[in-house]
């Protein structure tokens, strides 16, 4: 198929403006921590459990593994599917792929058989990386998708590798060189900044989740304005507990923005108060970001004992819509300022300033990182609506994607024909610039922050012999948020465990699974004859509401 790109590219005029005015600055990410490793080379870069890595360990590291991949047959532009929990290898492991130009894949730790397949298969991934876990054994699942995934040549394992390959082995292939030698062998293969650096996963509403290309230098970009907005410095300690991949801890400042500013990461595996509020008060965090529903809980520890958050200056929240009650309770119960993120993979990300006042900071999700991001608030004929009033969020900028990775039907309706994305976030705007979010038009699931799109998984339930329709539709969740509900038209009897066990064999991650699954005869149709989930959405609440 020659027109599915890979990466829709800026036109060039708007290229050569990021350019012009510094946003893009012709590094890779890989440059940015050789920068920063230069600078300060011994600042501890990541705490992992009991290890501490310096700047110059992380780089060293990811040199001795770029060399390892180089060894194995990993080049410029190849996948590699990541899928490791918040440990330290999951930089040094990306940081040797962007050395090289190779590209991570980020898949998230709840991911299973079908999501990591479909990575695979659609990047034509050569290599998955996984980790030793006490939760759920994935050189299991890297045996299935070996099976079936014929690109696929390596395994490599964090840990104990079972079958397969240890991480620490593909190391000590690089082993006994110097760093000259390393280096020598790795300027060859040196990306160019402009090229596609890594693929995140989409939120998604359609069919299959879509891949997200972006480019050394849009990411590093919105990486180095967000530590700005953060003021982030060497002394900044960020607490890393949600899934280290996704875009928000990687780069809203996250990960990425400590290292530009020579702070340190502290890598947590869990994300419950009793694992991170004893990593916050030993390490002396300052920056932490969550969730809303993982925000709810770490209030509710704080009210019985705050006094180990004494150090923590600012709590990121977002993800997900932070109600307004809650979020005035952050000051007051743990002692620190909120900042509220709305952001997404494919680029935009807005953030409350430290600055604004306590009303901005509580009712709004904050503006947008760049005086050239462009927004857009528009009605369902495309037409921009007053200010205040609320639309569909439109977004095109230095660091909002053009195209999604290969889909270039999907992209005709997923962006304008000049090129805006449309979020499928509904929205209203102040004369400041400052976004609320309201709502959504597109059909997903925001379950707590973990997105999930309707159609996968009414596409799943379609394939079991008993099922004639489905629907998935989100239910209002005091915790989540949301939670799903599956409406699901039957041929003959079958009982909602045995749908969600098919859904898991499937392989489908867990919170995917339907929350409810209810039996109905039909579901009901709009007048233009697509299925009513507005309707479906308030007999969810209906049912829930007789059931409370
Ligand atoms: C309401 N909805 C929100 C918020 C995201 C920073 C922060 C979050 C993400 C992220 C991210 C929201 N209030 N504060 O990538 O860099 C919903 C919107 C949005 C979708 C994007 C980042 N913050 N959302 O959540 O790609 O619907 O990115 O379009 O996972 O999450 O999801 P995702």
């Known amino acids: 198929m020659c027109n599915e790109l890979e990466l829709t590219p800026w036109p060039e005029h708007v290229a050569q ?18 920068e920063r490793a230069a600078k300060t080379p011994n600042n501890t870069a990541i705490v992992c459990g009991s290890r501490s890595l310096s700047y110059h360990d992380v780089l060293q590291a990811s040199y001795v593994l770029a060399v390892g991949f180089l060894a194995n047959g990993i080049k410029a532009k190849d996948a590699v599917v990541i899928q490791l929990p918040n440990v330290a290898e999951f930089f040094t492991v990306c940081f040797a ?15 299973r058989f079908s999501e990591i397949n479909h990575l695979i298969e ?7 990386v996984i980790a030793e876990d006490r939760d759920f054994d994935y050189r299991n699942l890297a045996q299935q998708l070996k099976s079936t995934a014929m690109c696929l040549k390596h395994v490599w394992v964090v840990g104990d590798p079972g079958p397969w390959v240890a991480l620490s082995e593909l190391s000590a292939q690089a082993g006994g060189r110097d760093t000259a030698q390393l280096l020598n062998q790795l ?58 991949a996704h875009n928000f801890s990687l780069s809203s400042p996250g990960s990425l923005g400590v290292f530009y500013a020579g702070g340190c990461v502290v890598l947590s595996r869990y994300a419950s108060a009793d694992v991170a509020f004893p990593l916050i008060e030993k390490h002396r965090v300052n920056l932490a970001a969550v969730v809303p529903s993982l925000a709810l809980a770490w209030l509710q520890s704080a009210r019985k004992d705050a006094r180990q958050l004494e150090s923590l200056e600012v709590l990121q929240v977002g993800g997900a819509k932070f109600n307004e009650a809650s979020a005035r309770s952050v000051r007051l119960i743990m002692g620190c300022q909120l900042q509220q993120v709305f952001g997404m993979a494919e680029g935009l990300v807005c953030y409350t300033r430290w600055y604004d006042s306590e009303d901005l900071i509580c009712q709004t999700q904050g503006r947008a990182i760049s005086i050239d991001d462009e927004i857009r608030v528009v009605d369902d004929l495309d037409q921009e609506v007053a200010v205040g009033e609320v639309g569909h969020l439109l977004t095109r900028g230095p660091y909002t994607i053009r195209g999604y990775y290969k889909a270039a039907k999907h992209n005709q309706n997923a962006f304008t024909d000049d090129g805006f994305y449309r979020t499928g976030d509904v929205v209203r705007q102040s004369e400041m610039g400052y976004v609320v979010v309201e709502g959504r038009a597109k059909d997903q699931i925001n379950r707590g922050g973990e997105k999930i799109a309707a159609q996968e998984v009414e596409a799943h339930l379609l394939v079991h012999a008993a099922v004639l329709d489905a629907a998935l539709v989100g239910v209002a969740d005091e915790y989540l948020g949301e939670r799903s509900c599956a409406f699901v038209v039957v041929r003959e009897p079958i009982r909602s465990m045995s749908l969600k066990m098919f859904l898991h064999e499937r392989g489908l991650a867990q919170y995917k699974i339907p929350d409810r699954i209810e039996f109905v005869d039909y579901l009901p149709k709009t007048a233009v004859g697509k299925i009513n989930k507005l309707l479906l959405r308030q007999m969810a609440e209906q049912a829930q509401n007789e059931r409370d």
């Open 17 to 34: 403006r990021y350019l012009d005015l510094g946003y893009w600055q012709g590094q890779t990410i890989g440059e940015m921590l050789e």
């Open 122 to 128: 659609s990047t034509q991934a050569v290599g998955y």
């Open 97 to 111: 792929l962007f050395h090289i130009g190779a590209r991570p894949v980020f898949a998230l730790p709840a991911h």
């Open 187 to 244: 300027n060859e293969h040196a990306p160019s900044a402009r090229d596609l650096a890594m693929l995140q996963l989409s939120g998604g509403s359609t069919g299959l989740p879509k891949l997200i290309p972006r480019t050394h230098d849009d990411y590093l970009y919105s990486v180095r304005a967000s530590a700005d907005i953060c003021r982030l410095t060497e002394g900044s300690v960020y607490l890393s507990v949600l899934p280290v």
